[in-house]
């Protein structure tokens, strides 16, 4: 719909009050509609609060994460990978997969609890995660950083407690005000995701509709 629509309609109030209310099932659509401009004025609480409480007309899918984004965290995962954690894991999709396939896997959200099965899960906060500095030797996070407002902590955060390797995946998607995502940043080029990270020994590609990044220590 972002590229189908024009700007004059796009940014229209109005026009996309009747979606919001449909795709947010008719709770919290001011709120969300003025996420951009309130969440400014948000402390770390507040921000978990209102994810928390979000619900969509997708709520019940096991994930957002298409299936070559998958594919490629799959095929990209460091050849010396035991100790994997999925950061904003969601209801656990990844994590899930990584463990049917042998891996020590974990995730971590804002959610008070989350039924991963045999995997381990930690509630936290991505700008301030309760992990030792290198104790996973991948670290994930995928449709994440599109949510936090502060993104280099959330990035220098990744970073410290990763040992091997950081895989990170967001949507590609230009700027509109109104967007059913409740996305407060947006990655057009892979370069801008590039600049954020940082890192010598990487890879960046688009895959369907997201960017997908490798980065090794």
């Not at 407690?161 to 949507?171: D, E, L, R």
Request: charged letters at 25%.
């Amino acid at each position: 719909m972002d590229e189908l629509l024009p700007p004059i309609l796009r940014d229209n109030k109005y026009f996309m009050y009747p979606l919001f209310y449909i795709w947010f099932k008719g709770k919290y659509i001011n709120e969300i509609m003025n996420l951009k401009s309130d969440i400014y004025s948000y402390s770390n609480s507040e921000m978990e609060d209102f994810y928390r409480k979000i619900q969509t007309m997708d709520y019940d899918r096991k994930t957002g994460l298409n299936k070559k984004s998958f594919n490629f965290i799959i095929n990209n995962l460091h050849k010396d990978a035991r100790k994997i954690i999925d950061i904003g894991c969601g209801r656990g999709y990844i994590v899930k997969k990584l463990s049917s396939l042998g891996y020590e896997s974990s995730g971590c959200d804002v959610f008070k609890e989350l039924d991963l099965g045999s995997s381990k899960y930690f509630q936290g906060n991505i700008e301030n995660l309760p992990f030792y500095d290198k104790e996973y030797d991948v670290v994930i996070c995928t449709h994440t950083l599109e949510h936090i407002l502060n993104l280099n902590s959330a990035v220098s955060e990744l970073k410290r407690i990763a040992k091997k390797q950081i895989i990170i995946v967001v949507p590609c998607q230009r700027f509109f005000y109104y967007t059913l995502d409740t996305h407060v940043n947006f990655f057009l080029k892979k370069e801008m995701l590039e600049n954020i990270i940082n890192m010598k020994n990487y890879i960046c590609k688009y895959i369907q509709g997201d960017i997908a990044y490798s980065g090794n220590f």
